[in-house]
């Protein structure tokens, strides 16, 4: 019964509609508005995709929903949001809870019977996908992570490389 209880709070608090104010207040107060559209992005590609692959629900699920099924857009926020705390906040607690709560909203939607795990796949995929996109038009580096010297870690020295973990441009490029 709890596991039903968390995923029906789960299935209020992760409404788009939802997801769409919590982004707008973290995009605001980070002073990068401009996240908002991969949000919303996001949200309308779900919303014209629903009908357009037509895919009804599972039967006998644990809540009514009327739409379509694929792909999710609970999933689908969720990830956008996601990519949103890791684009406004690029540190491991960041990445940690927009993973971690990309991921319940999924099990709570497969749990409430209202989605296959094809439906969060895909609804996470559109997510990630409109942020990522987002980034990269506007040529912001993700995450800065910290390389040690070797004369650091004998306790020499007191240089610091930055090297950037993804690098948008090499990958526009075509250089693979």
């Known amino acids: 019964m709890a596991a039903v209880g968390l995923a029906l709070a789960l299935d209020v608090l ?3 509609w939802a997801v ?3 982004a707008l207040c973290i995009a605001v107060m980070a002073r990068k508005p401009w996240l908002v559209l991969g949000v919303a992005g996001a949200a309308l590609t779900t919303h014209w995709l629903k009908p357009l692959f037509a895919v009804s629900r599972p039967s006998g699920g644990a809540i009514a ?6 792909p999710s857009g609970h999933a689908t926020a969720a990830a956008a949001l996601a990519g949103l705390l890791i684009l406004v906040w ?5 990445i940690s809870t927009g993973v971690l709560l990309a991921l319940l ?4 939607r497969v749990h409430l019977g209202v989605h296959r795990p094809v439906d969060i796949a895909a609804g996470y995929a559109v997510g990630a996908a409109w942020m990522y996109v987002l980034h990269l038009l506007r ?5 800065d992570v910290a390389v040690e010297e070797p004369s650091q870690i004998k306790g020499q020295g007191q240089g610091r490389v930055e090297a950037p973990l993804l690098d948008g ?3 526009l490029a075509g250089d693979a």
Do not use: H, K, M, T
């Open 65 to 70: 929903e009327s739409s379509y099924s694929f």
């Open 14 to 16: 992760f409404q788009p």
């Open 139 to 143: 040529g912001e580096q993700i995450l």
């Open 169 to 171: 441009n090499d990958c």
């Open 105 to 108: 909203v999924g099990w709570s």
């Open 90 to 94: 690029p540190r491991w607690w960041a």
């Open 20 to 22: 769409l104010a919590y």
